[in-house]
């Protein structure tokens, strides 16, 4: 496979889709943040547009089920793959079979597309743009989706603007470009509904907020407050009468602490932690998560480990000391 220039790779991608007859399946990674819904529905509403077979995938969790219409994804993971299928992965490199959610990639034997944008991804599928300059990858999707030829309708741009809002926090983060401006104009030209999309993301359940006690009840300051860090379990997960997804939006609250550089939401599952880091002032969160085996964005990213919080925890202090250490340095 011949690496290419970004604006080749896109056009690459789209040929691939074009040329490809048979069906095509949708995915992004597990847990799917807005990004993730955004640019599978977009892709997949242009696509259905121009005709052709889609399935996507996807538990879409409940703070972002205002979006999909019903029985637009398929829910779950696809336990077949379809004859003659096509694969096109977005916001999550193709490679890592573990964090691509609605289905088996790894016995996959068919094509391969992918449009991504962290700096972690492998280059490695038939056809791939990989940009990390792009705040998110809804902006990558909307190119694609001119290139395609898909005419540009509401229910195509709104799930983009979606995406486009929710990785760049509302266009207040460093990463959003001049582009990222242009591309929401566009969307906004063709009737993306950004007033609808802020209302449904500010609402919270009942859930939300009677886990939230129990989230600022674990509330840990740490390296003289540059850190700050919270962990939610099972126990409090009951007591809240919540489930794992309203733990979602909680790390970019935490990141809000006044003298902050780094936030970091712990979901200990008890033989496995997942660890969500959000950074400023220089602090990279990509930096951190790499060293415990994640990925990600340098002002977001995560990372997966198969042990107990005892045991993660020393190892999560080293890699966020080291990286105070290299920002400190190079003062």
Same mark, same amino acid.
């Given at each position: ?43 997949? =509403? ?34 077949? +793959?379809?004859? %003659? ?13 573990? =964090?691509?959610?609605?289905?088996? $990639?790894?016995?996959?034997? %068919? ?32 190119? $694609? ?6 005419? +540009? ?17 509302? @266009?207040? @983060? ?16 063709? %009737?993306?509904? $950004?007033? +609808? ?15 939230? =006690? ?94 107990? +919080?005892?045991?993660? @925890? ?9 990286? $105070? ?7």
């Amino acid at each position: 496979m011949t690496d290419l220039s970004p604006t080749s790779d896109l056009a690459a991608v789209a040929r691939a889709l074009l040329d490809h007859s048979g069906p095509i399946v949708v995915l992004s990674h597990e847990n799917p943040d807005g990004d993730a819904l955004g640019s599978v529905l977009g892709l997949t =509403r242009a696509l259905r547009s121009l005709g052709r077979e889609v399935i996507a995938p996807m538990h879409v969790p409940r703070f972002l089920a205002f979006m999909p219409r019903p029985g637009e994804l398929a829910e779950g993971c696809l336990t077949e +793959w379809p004859a %003659g299928a096509l694969a096109a992965v977005l916001d999550v490199d193709n490679n890592d079979h573990v =964090r691509v959610g609605g289905a088996d $990639l790894s016995v996959f034997t %068919g094509p391969v597309v992918n449009v991504d944008h962290h700096g972690t991804n492998a280059r490695r599928a038939d056809a791939h743009a990989v940009d990390p300059s792009q705040p998110a990858a809804a902006v990558m999707v909307a190119d $694609l989706i001119d290139l395609l030829g898909a005419e +540009w309708t509401e229910e195509i741009a709104t799930p983009l603007m979606l995406g486009l809002v929710t990785d760049t926090g509302s @266009f207040r @983060f460093d990463s959003v470009t001049p582009g990222a401006f242009r591309t929401a104009a566009r969307l906004r030209e063709a %009737g993306a509904r $950004l007033g +609808w999309i802020s209302d449904q993301l500010g609402q919270n359940p009942r859930t939300y907020y009677t886990l939230l =006690r129990e989230v600022l009840g674990s509330l840990e300051f740490l390296h003289g407050g540059r850190v700050v860090l919270a962990r939610v379990d099972e126990a409090m997960l009951e007591r809240a009468g919540s489930a794992w997804e309203d733990v979602e939006n909680y790390v970019g609250m935490l990141r809000n602490a006044e003298g902050s550089q780094l936030a970091v939401m712990v979901k200990d599952f008890g033989d496995r932690v997942k660890l969500s880091l959000r950074s400023r002032a220089g602090v990279s969160a990509q930096n951190i998560a790499v060293t415990l085996g994640g990925g990600g964005h340098v002002p977001a990213a995560g990372a997966s480990l198969n042990q107990p +919080w005892p045991e993660v @925890f020393p190892e999560l202090d080293a890699a966020i000391t080291a990286e $105070l250490t290299r920002v400190d340095a190079s003062r």
